[in-house]
């Protein structure tokens, strides 16, 4: 039922529920509430006004609370602390609902409209749909773009999985902050925020430019027993969702800092896609021969002691994951609770987004790959998904540094859609593509 039925006096009265609304009725819907609250309290509504459900929808319409208040005609005074409101897991998966087709169908006609042969700019004229998709808007600018950057220690270290210390855990997620690493400068370059989450670093970090998220000082080693709690690594997944709808940004990448978590990534990847160990592990940051093979055999007696199970994300997550990937997973569902476009990163992105999906299918269709991991897993992960890389770089660095670099081509798709000529204002008549626009006629067949 999509319905629900309302009596008021003698009146009955039908109400769509939001979640069945279109854009612009729940945006609508969304505007009415806040303005609704803000007379009835006599100041401006704050997020803890409302309950959970509905917070929620009121984001996902209109975006980060500020920006939610700024839609409604609502200030934001300087002197106001917006106050957190608690939310669940179950909660936010039953506020991400399925594109809007009536947008993508109208981003379609006007990317037929435009003055070139038919799908002729590929992956960035899917890219405007997807975007008319998430937004409920054929025209979109991604003007505010942000990282998020989630970092955390792994007890597996100490089996020798890694050719790095784990100190460069806490020298690198201070660094990323100061754009000294690959990903921060991208983002530097190209005019990207960035925020630092620590959920898990073995240390106390004095810089205070890392948003202190711990929830323990490092996983415990996968070999011996679980990585983490049931309950920490719920804690994790809600840490970045909340941190993701907190985040004011038009689109959001996702990425991480923890030495040893390709390990991790590799154990929660063959666990959720019932995978051998070997077709789901690499090299990571680089190591020898000998403990390549130990990595894989860590990796396997992980999983036997711990026996993760696969139909439950949470377990995997809690028994042979990290800190990082649970937040990473959880930031992908925060941004597609408030329909925004997210970018996958490499590899444990990958999985965290994984992750994601097995939670929530509806998620994927916010998802944005980047570029192609150098590790054997990634593939693996994206076709369990349906997903394809944007491009092919040779990348394996992690932290991130494929989502700048996708947030450039997402602007692309933004700008032909938005500014390309169409065949009238180029003075064209596109009559001489009806035969072509019947069927593939650009394919050659045999051809790779």
């Not at 929620?56 to 975006?63: D, E, N």
């Not at 770089?393 to 081509?409: H, N, T, V, Y």
């Amino acid at each position: 039922m999509n319905r629900t039925i309302r009596k008021k006096s003698d009146i009955t009265e039908e109400v769509l529920h939001p979640s069945h609304m279109t854009e612009a009725q729940r945006r609508e819907w969304a505007i009415a509430q806040l303005r609704q609250k803000a007379e009835e309290l006599g100041k401006l509504p704050r997020k803890a006004d409302f309950v959970d459900v509905d917070c929620i929808r009121i984001k996902a319409a209109l975006g980060p609370w500020p920006r939610a208040l700024e839609a409604a005609g609502l200030k934001t005074p300087k002197n106001v602390t917006l106050q957190k409101t608690k939310l669940d897991l179950n909660t936010v998966i039953s506020t991400i609902i399925p594109l809007d087709a009536a947008a993508m169908f109208a981003a379609e006609r006007k990317q037929a409209q435009l003055a070139k042969p038919p799908g002729s700019l590929g992956r960035l004229e899917e890219l405007s749909i997807q975007l008319a998709g998430i937004t409920g808007s054929v025209h979109n600018k991604i003007e505010k773009k942000h990282l998020l950057v989630f970092a955390a220690d792994n007890g597996v270290v100490e089996e020798g999985v890694s050719s790095a210390p784990q100190s460069v855990t806490l020298m690198q997620t201070i660094n990323l902050t100061r754009a000294k690493t690959g990903a921060s400068t991208l983002c530097r370059y190209f005019g990207c925020g960035i925020t630092v989450c620590d959920v898990g670093v073995n240390a106390d970090i004095p810089e205070p430019k890392v948003l202190n998220c711990k929830i323990a000082y490092g996983t415990h080693n996968i070999v011996k027993g679980p990585a983490m709690s049931r309950k920490q690594a719920a804690k994790a997944i809600m840490t970045g969702i909340e941190l993701a709808q907190s985040t004011d940004a038009d689109v959001i990448g996702i990425g991480e800092m923890g030495i040893g978590n390709t390990t991790t990534s590799s154990a929660v990847l063959s666990v959720l896609l019932d995978a051998d160990v070997e077709a789901v592990t690499g090299r990571g940051g680089g190591i020898t021969d000998e403990s390549f093979l130990k990595k894989k055999q860590v990796i396997k007696t992980a999983i036997d002691v711990n026996k993760p199970d696969k139909n439950d994300v949470i377990d995997v997550l809690a028994k042979v994951g990290g800190f990082d990937i649970a937040a990473m997973c959880g930031a992908f569902l925060g941004s597609a609770a408030t329909r925004r476009p997210v970018v996958i990163d490499g590899f444990i992105s990958a999985v965290a987004a994984l992750c994601a999906y097995k939670l929530c299918p509806n998620a994927v269709k916010y998802f944005v790959p980047s570029h192609a991991s150098y590790e054997i897993g990634y593939k693996l992960a994206m076709d369990a998904m349906d997903l394809q890389p944007l491009f092919l770089l040779g990348m394996r660095l992690g932290e991130g540094s494929g989502c700048p670099l996708a947030f450039e081509i997402l602007d692309a798709a933004c700008a032909i859609i938005n500014d390309m000529a169409t065949f009238d204002q180029a003075g064209i008549d596109d009559g001489y593509l009806d035969e072509i626009r019947e069927g593939d006629k650009f394919s050659v067949e045999g051809a790779t």
